[in-house]
């Protein structure tokens, strides 16, 4: 049988009511140098036991008479050394029916104790004014000597927590907390219940748990931060939107797109790129200050959330604020030149525009695209139906391909006339998508989605190719002086594969470049980049030649007038529905023009007086609507081909 005494762990029946040790092992004696068991017995403890360990203990003997095990960090001081044990604590009856605690001491290395001090339990007792009436020898060595109140260790408010807690039903408090210790501030786990023997006092153990919680802290932060950039991720955005919605604080939100970030990204290297998030995220904080929480969610996608009070209704403004800052110039190092960048933003705010915080969410990012489609570097705020909007883009943009495939696109056809006598000079080509099953797509949603999607190539690669095949009937019609416009998107150019495509579609159809009139909108051509200019140079050089399509429309449109040795104009209908308010302004670009050496095309024609009016003042050029009233229908239904003409059934 194994004897009690042989065993190498201590143990000892602790007889708490009367302050003595009951009964103890060999070990037990050597751990609390005792030359015997009666010498152990008889040593009074009273004196040593501070009234809040003994509180402690009493409150222990609740416990086990549940049956239950207590274990954590004991300071014991057998005759004046302190030694710190692990213990584990457990009830156990006398002979007089009384409960008494069985202590085992976990084998523990001194060297141990010293690395796991931190482990040791503080123990306090605390009157209702939380002025400390006793602590043990650890707590003092924790917190030093000049606590002398609770309010001196810890926060009003958890303080006012711990009293609402004692006074509720569990009557106990538990928290962790982060307090100044004699070496810094460390983590504790902190627990306070009532005095069972005093009315109104506390006892208030505390444990350090320090380097856990600090894992636990760091794994927590990994879990909600952005690695590269330090602002929160995904995770820490739906948190902390969370917070202000169950609070029902009003907020809104900028979703932040960095318009060309991945050009950067690839041109660059992914250090550049990075370096630019960090930037982007700095320039962020300076932006929101402590007011707002940032958070990272995609790749060059930036979330912004502050509350409605921190800009006093005007959002506006701080949006704008936004845009600026992240909009510019960003040095990277000293061997690139600094990049430039300009970010398009989404608003949405809640409440009013979702309750859920996944649609809130999906609400800015849908105004985000609405504002990189009108041109980016703005911010937009969220409207009721633009979310059905982004979904329908999306839905087209999976079509495309298919389209493409099942040859479901269709030219149609509009003439410019030279209104000296009436013949057609050019014909332009429009692409149309009849009976999609998306309702109607009109050319310039189709366009549009297909540049954002990255389909325009091929779907311009088709048009290039079906127009000049069909081009052969119009010359039929019209005499070989005619020539062919198409459409240039400026991403096409930037897919580098318009030369390509062009040729292609020329060389397949047996025609020139001689026989083209490329059109380009301002947006298209942009003076300062390279990639655009030696595009175009080169098709000089093949003999294209060009028209700056919806002229006026840009903001500094005179000055793109002679970026291009364009040969023709063609002036925005805008101008044209504008007419009859004055003919100044065309007359007046009329003249610009032409003192350049180019040719101006009025657009959108729809009356007869507009076509006399500019003709009144030797503007020949036209196209539009008008050119197919009935009277001049009749002329182009004796177009025996397949042809479709824009506005006729
Ligand atoms: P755009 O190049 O300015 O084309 C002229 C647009 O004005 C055409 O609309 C045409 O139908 C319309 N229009 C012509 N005459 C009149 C008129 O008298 N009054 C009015 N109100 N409108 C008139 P559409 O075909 O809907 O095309 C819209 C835009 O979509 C085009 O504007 C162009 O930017 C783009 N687009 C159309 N087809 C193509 C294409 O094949 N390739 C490319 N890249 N873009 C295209
Ligand atoms: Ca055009
Ligand atoms: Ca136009």
Redesign the pocket.
Known sequence: MLDIDQLQTPIWIYDIDNYRIHWANESALTLWHASSLEELTARDFQEGTSDAVQHTLLNYLDDFALGKRICHWWQLSPKGKAKDVYCQFSGVYLDDGRLAMLVEGLHVERAEIAALVSGTIMICLFNEQFELLSANPSFRQQFGTDIHNLADLIPVDELVKIDRQLAGKDKFYEQDICLQCADGNRWHSVEVRLSETTAGDFVVSFQDIHERKSRELELQQMATHDVLTGVFNRKGLFQRMKLLHEKQTPFSIYYIDLDGFKPINDGFGHAVGDSLLCQVASRLRRCTGDDGDISRIGGDEFVVILPEACVDDYFDVFATALVQSLSGQYKISDDIPPVVLSVSVGVASYPRDDDDLELLLADADAAMYMAKGSGRRCWIQYRKGMREQLLRRTQISQRIGAALLNDEFE??Y?PVFDMHDSRVVIV?????WPGSELAEV???E??DVAEHCGL?GE??SW?FYQ?CQEFRAIRQRFGDQVLLS????GL?IQQGRLISDLEYAINSAGLLPQDLVL?L?ERVIMPDSKEYSSTIDQLIGYGFSFAI??FGTGFSSLAYLNSIPAKWV?L??EF??RLDKGVETVTCIHKLVDALGMNLIV????TRWQVEKLKEHQIFYQ?????FSPANLRNLLCDQSELKW??VG
Do not use: F
């Not at 332009?428 to 149309?432: G, S």
């Not at 657009?603 to 729809?606: F, K, N």
């Not at 196209?623 to 050119?627: D, K, L």
């Open positions: 030219m149609c509009q332009e080509a429009l692409v149309r009109s050319p310039d189709l366009i325009i779907l311009s048009i127009a198409l459409n240039v998107s096409h059109e909108t399509d919806d063609k925005d209908r044209v529905s657009e959108g024609v729809e196209q539009g609507y008008y050119h824009v506005n």
